[in-house]
């Protein structure tokens, strides 16, 4: 009689454990979809930059506003991965035994596949916060580069950016298909 006893207070510990962890450290989908729509938006206002530099008369004024967009959402990027919020690492077997005591569909967790943010981020902080502020400080000079009129120097400081996403890209993000 013991020994059913003390088999029912481990199955009730592990039950309880597993609804802590279910509810503490997983990342909701809000931030995920958040950071991903954030991003959507920085990048939609770099290749608005892009496309005015391709321009046969770019559009300083439309440059100016996007090179703002960028600036404002470089120093906003750590915000974006706060501790938790990273991919789910690989299952094992509590991953397995959690799954019988939720639905389909259930999980706040995208895969990491979906968000192309890798584990490195939280595993790495240091070299994620000195590549994105060497991010930043190349978007703020975009930026101020794109307050006059010199289409070749907006055209060297956004290559710059360029370089200096990629950089960041090359380490913490899933290559897209």
């Known amino acids: 009689m ?11 510990c592990s039950l309880v454990s597993m609804s802590v962890i279910a509810a ?3 990342p909701t989908k809000d931030i ?4 991903i729509a954030r991003f959507r938006d920085m990048g939609a206002a770099f290749k608005s930059i892009r496309d005015e530099l391709k321009a046969a008369r770019p559009d300083t004024s439309r440059i100016k506003d996007s090179a703002r967009v960028v600036r404002n959402y470089s120093t906003a990027i750590p915000e974006w991965f706060p501790a938790g919020s990273e991919p789910p690492a690989e299952s094992g077997w509590l991953d397995w035994v959690r799954g019988w005591f ?6 706040a967790v995208e895969p990491a596949s979906e968000t192309h943010a890798k584990a490195e981020i939280w595993a790495n902080p240091r070299q994620f916060l000195q590549l994105q502020r060497q991010f930043v400080a190349e978007a703020a000079e975009l930026w101020r580069v794109a307050q006059g009129a010199d289409i070749a120097a907006i ?3 956004q290559q710059k950016v360029a370089r200096s996403c990629a950089a960041c890209h090359k380490t913490f993000r899933e ?3």
Not at 2 to 12: D, E, N, Q, Y
Not at 32 to 35: A, D, L, N, V, Y
Request: aromatic residues 4%; contains cysteine.
């Open 175 to 177: 290559p897209m298909d």
């Open 32 to 35: 995920i979809e958040g950071r």
């Open 102 to 107: 939720s639905s389909a569909g259930d999980s």
């Open 2 to 12: 013991r020994g059913h006893c003390w088999v029912g207070a481990c199955v009730l």
């Open 24 to 26: 503490s450290g997983e």
């Open 155 to 157: 055209k060297a400081q």
